[in-house]
């Protein structure tokens, strides 16, 4: 069987309509253990223009308590982190707002991850190392979903 | 920012080198596999697909011997990984 899972297309749950109720006061939440993975992710964000409102937590626990607060556009999802990881965040963030787009980047490339992530909810899933269109192709899945372009003021 | 990210992930290689060393001379897998998971994702996103490539099946064979503690681990458990650990901290121009 090819458990290769590098090129899987941006695919998942079809998302939201987030700009109903709710007010967005973050563009993109990065939730990873790994600081310099963090720092990746912002960069290629930023690389792609606009004046993005991104926020940063460094694991499950904090990126759930500030979730709310936020209500961020994107969320993208490490999955093995210490504590809470990445599938118990999306499945808690899910039990909240079933329409918020919640994506998964992760080095966990076995299909059992993507398939539980899917199954969970997920809106999208990027296997690292990635480059850097695949996170562009998740920004724009959520505007064909949302009709809002994050990189747009 | 890539560029510094890619610096300092150099720099870190010897320490990265040595706790994963220690991990496995323990036998602490749930710490040596944390340890190859993030070189396998940041690896290959800063340059280095080498290490990407011999980070995938050795993270599996570390989640296997977390799941099941009794198996004997491979004798030269990790090898590769830690030579292309030395050889990436000698390539100052990766791809």
């Known amino acids: ?153 | 920012v890539v560029d510094r990210l890619r610096t300092d992930f150099r720099a870190d290689l010897p320490d990265t080198a040595a706790l994963l060393r220690d991990a496995l001379a323990s036998a602490d897998w749930p710490q040596a596999r944390h340890i190859v998971h993030r070189i396998k994702g940041l690896g290959g996103s800063l340059g280095w697909p080498e290490l990407t490539r011999i980070a995938t099946p050795l993270e599996q064979q570390l989640g296997a011997l977390q799941d099941d503690p009794l198996h004997p681990p491979d004798r030269d458990l990790g090898g590769p990984l830690l030579a292309a650990l030395d050889a990436a901290l000698l390539d100052e121009d990766p791809a």
Request: charged share 20%; glycine share 8%; proline share 7%.
């Open chain 1, 1 to 153: 069987m090819n458990t290769d899972t590098s090129e899987i297309p941006v695919i998942g749950t079809p998302g939201p309509q987030p700009e109903a109720a709710w007010p967005h006061r973050c563009d993109v939440l990065i939730v990873d253990d790994t600081g310099a993975s963090r720092e990746l992710l912002a960069a290629i964000l930023r690389s792609f223009g606009g004046n993005l409102k991104l926020h940063e937590c460094r694991n499950g626990t904090e990126a759930l308590a500030q979730w709310p607060q936020l209500n961020p556009r994107i969320t993208l999802l490490d999955i093995d982190m210490p504590g809470m990881d990445g599938l118990a965040v999306l499945k808690s963030i899910r039990f909240q707002r079933a329409d918020a787009f919640v994506a998964m980047v992760s080095a966990g490339s076995a299909i059992q991850n993507v398939r539980t992530a899917l199954s969970l909810g997920a809106s999208g899933y990027v296997v690292k190392p990635y480059k850097s269109q695949r996170i562009l192709d998740l920004v724009h899945k959520y505007r064909s979903v949302s009709g809002v372009d994050i990189f747009k003021p």
